[in-house]
């Protein structure tokens, strides 16, 4: 069983920077495939970064590719997602995912679930 917790969520203007934080309970984090997930208001949850158990592969959305960055620290059982030149479109609540196995961009193959948090990106 694995608990994810969120933070750094906040009101930014376009073109800031902000760092999300996952932090997860549980001792065998550094097994699990981790995953970030954004839902838009009156959108569908979809797949925003993933990165593998040794942070030796990571996937990005095209829509964030260049602009975020996925990293994990096994020590602190913390994933992070750096997000830079923010745009509106990137406003949304910010999910962490995690699952046993590779990478993937499918939200259906995650098994625990963070609560999320609010990223809001003005003009």
């Known amino acids: 069983q694995v608990q994810l917790v969120e933070s750094g969520g906040g009101l930014v203007q376009a073109g800031d920077s902000l760092r999300l934080s996952c932090a997860a309970s549980?001792?065998?984090?550094?097994?699990?495939?981790m995953g970030w997930f954004r839902q838009a208001p009156g959108k569908e949850r979809e797949f925003v970064a993933a990165?593998?158990?040794?942070?030796?592969?990571?996937t990005y959305a095209d829509s964030v590719k260049g602009r975020f960055t996925i990293s994990r620290d096994n020590a602190k059982n913390t994933v992070y997602l750096q997000m830079n030149t923010l745009k509106p479109e990137d406003t949304a609540v910010y999910y962490c995912?995690?699952?046993?196995?590779?990478?993937?961009?499918?939200?259906?193959?995650?098994?625990?679930w963070g609560q999320g948090t609010q990223v809001t990106v003005s003009s």
């Open positions: 995912a995690a699952r046993v196995g590779g990478v993937t961009t499918a939200q259906t193959f995650y098994n625990y």
């Open positions: 549980g001792r065998t984090f550094s097994t699990y495939t």
């Open positions: 990165v593998s158990w040794s942070a030796g592969r990571t």
